[in-house]
């Protein structure tokens, strides 16, 4: 049985930081729904009814075309080891980009990562969770330093003109890019 909430918790908090993954979907009117998952220490909680996640550059930009025009989204973590269950937070988003006046704030929260693009802030609208039985038990061996490498290994100037020329999404809604090579902190 699934129970709401209208904030995260101090448990929902402490789940959450256990998960080495946890998936983001959203969806804009007659465009492909997004499901996406996320890995790295990428996500926090702001405050019970604030979260955010930091993004790195990849091979679409979906979340941000989805959160232009409709602006929800649901993020889910699934508990792969005990106690079973699964946590589903449902908002509202937006992308911050570096070059807009609130990224100091928000990217204070964060240790920045080589191709940083935007972080997600969202507003909790309300938290589900369910029992999370019929999810396997999995153990997490390490994440894949692949994409981290990659963007450490691209020329800043050249990265900037990659990513700026990604202006829409595949299904072609419009996205806004970052102007500028984020390198880690």
Not at 66 to 77: E, K, P, Q, S, V
Not at 131 to 144: A, Q
Request: glycine share 8%; hydrophobic share 40%; proline share 5%.
């Amino acid at each position: 049985m699934a129970d709401f909430f209208d904030a995260l918790d101090d448990k929902h908090i402490a789940m959450i930081g256990k998960q080495p993954v946890f998936f983001v979907a959203t969806a804009a009117e007659d465009a492909r729904i997004n499901l996406s998952p996320k890995g790295y220490d990428t996500f926090r909680v702001i405050a019970p009814t604030r979260v955010a996640y930091l993004d790195l550059g990849g091979s679409g930009n979906e979340t941000h075309a989805h959160l232009a025009a409709d602006g929800r989204i649901t993020l889910m973590f699934c508990n792969f080891d005990r106690p079973a269950l699964i946590l589903r937070i449902y908002g509202k988003g937006r992308a911050v980009l570096p070059q807009d006046s609130d990224w100091a704030e928000l990217s204070a929260h964060f240790e920045m990562m080589p191709g940083t693009r935007q972080i997600f802030d969202i507003a909790v609208e309300s938290v589900q969770t369910s029992c999370g039985w019929g999810v396997p038990f999995m153990e997490y061996r390490e994440e894949r330093e692949t994409l981290k490498k990659a963007h450490s290994r691209t020329d800043p100037e050249e990265w900037v003109t990659k990513y700026q020329g990604r202006t829409s999404s595949i299904d072609g809604l419009p996205t806004r890019p970052t102007d500028r090579f984020i390198a880690d902190d």
